[in-house]
């Protein structure tokens, strides 16, 4: 089949899909991802099709940091930060979806972008969403988007998952109005519906992470699947710096320390603090200084090696324990690692997976970034790398997610769907 998948907007949220078009093409089919694109050279890089989709995502988290609209945790900066932005982020992206869609006979798209599900509606195609965070309401916990996971009971768990829910919806609606204007297409309702289109009975939702890590509630609709997580490795011809394996060979197993895209208005003071955290607790470590250039274009100590980005699927299984902000993508990864995860989130759903984290026993208790101090940061960093019951925990936790095929579960669900749509 011709499969389009589309998928928005930064690399945590790219890689899962870039899993899975390799797999889909290893089966046969044509795959075309489209992404942003700053993401172009991550699909050549495992020789698939792409599409860009609008403006590159990279200038708004940098703007995003210069305007403290990440690292103050202030949620009205962020806001203002995002209406400002909004013309930026939206330019083009939808006219760019339905182009890359043509001629596709089935579609996979990022939920809650509903965009996806438009174009597969005006195409007469076959789709199925895909979430890599909790957005379907359920009474087991509250919205990972609100509350910071913590469990207040069926009642206030329903209720929290009401505000994000209804904001996404009217955020996303408004964009989408125009689009299915311009498709000839009826508008979706004000309100969001209790069982909106992604959710019908006979459409697959498709949940990209592991059911050992957060199991499926009960209370979700049947055609709702936690498949397991959606891991990229490197591909087959990647090979580390050589400079990295000195490092590594030159002395004990290090810490990773990178909060991928995120980033403050003072890197400079974070990476002093991260340094300072290293000393107290006696660490070597590598620095990835990712999106959000932390630790980026300064001298680094001898026991500190610095790198813009490397596949995690490599790095973290190599290191005594692994520092970072709670993305799911890169949660994931450090669940897998089998090493223990000190998580410090900035935003949005990175405190529920910090949480989910620690309640697993696979990692110390959160920092938020805004609460960050060095001493703070190298008691979590000693406790990761010293404690014996949290490094067996996150051993056992990382076989039994090794043992899934997250991927070819989705893929063997979204192929049954489509042979019997109609």
């Known amino acids: 089949m011709r499969i389009t998948l589309l998928t928005v907007p930064a690399r945590g949220d790219t890689e899962p899909f870039v899993a899975l078009a390799v797999r889909l093409k290893e089966a046969g089919h044509q795959v075309k991802l489209a992404a942003r694109p700053d993401f172009a050279s991550l699909a050549a890089q495992y020789d698939l099709e792409f599409a860009p989709l609008g403006n590159p995502y990279q200038p708004f988290i940098a703007g995003a940091a210069e305007a403290s609209a990440i690292g103050s945790g202030h949620l009205l900066n962020q806001i203002r930060y995002g209406l400002k932005q909004r013309r930026f982020v939206t330019e083009g992206l939808h006219q760019d979806a339905l182009r890359a869609a043509q001629g596709s006979e089935a579609i996979i798209y990022k939920y809650p972008w509903i965009t996806g599900h438009t174009v597969a509606e005006k195409l007469g195609v076959a ?25 207040r009971g069926q009642l206030l768990n329903q209720l929290f998952w009401r505000v994000p829910n209804e904001l996404v919806w009217q955020g996303l609606r408004w964009d989408d109005t125009r689009l299915r204007r311009q498709l000839g297409l009826r508008p979706r309702l004000i309100r969001r519906h209790p069982r909106p289109p992604e959710q019908r ?83 070597r470590a590598v620095l990835l200084s990712g999106w959000g250039g932390f630790g980026a274009g300064g001298d680094l100590p001898k026991h500190v090696f610095g790198a813009e980005g490397l596949p995690h699927s490599w790095l973290f299984p190599r290191m005594a324990a692994v520092v970072h902000h709670g993305g799911a993508g890169t949660t994931a990864a450090g669940l897998r690692s089998g090493v223990p995860s000190v998580l410090v989130p900035f935003l949005a759903d990175q405190p529920s997976w910090a949480r989910v984290v620690h309640a697993l026993g696979a990692g110390p208790p959160a920092i938020p970034f805004q609460a960050l101090t060095a001493n703070r940061l190298a008691d979590a960093i000693r406790e990761a790398v010293t404690n014996p019951a949290m490094r067996q925990r996150a051993a056992a936790i990382a076989k039994e997610i090794r043992a899934e095929d997250g991927v070819g579960r989705a893929i063997e669900l979204f192929l049954q769907y489509v042979a019997s749509f109609a």
């Not at 379907?136 to 990972?144: C, D, G, K, Q, W």
């Not at 400079?268 to 000393?279: F, G, I, S, Y």
């Open 127 to 151: 789709c199925a969403p895909a979430m890599l965070l909790p957005l379907i309401p359920t009474r087991e916990f509250p919205s990972f988007m609100l509350g910071r996971g913590i469990d």
């Open 201 to 283: 009975r006979d459409m697959p939702v498709f949940c990209a992470w592991s059911p050992t890590v957060l199991p499926r509630p009960a209370d979700w609709p049947e055609h709702v699947s936690v498949t397991g997580y959606w891991f990229l490795d490197p591909p087959s011809d990647w090979q580390p710096p050589a400079e990295l394996l000195r490092f590594l060979e030159d002395g004990s197993p290090p810490v990773s320390v990178g909060f991928g895209s995120m980033a403050s208005d003072d890197r400079q003071a974070t990476m002093r603090l991260v340094l300072e955290a290293l000393e107290m607790s006696c660490q």
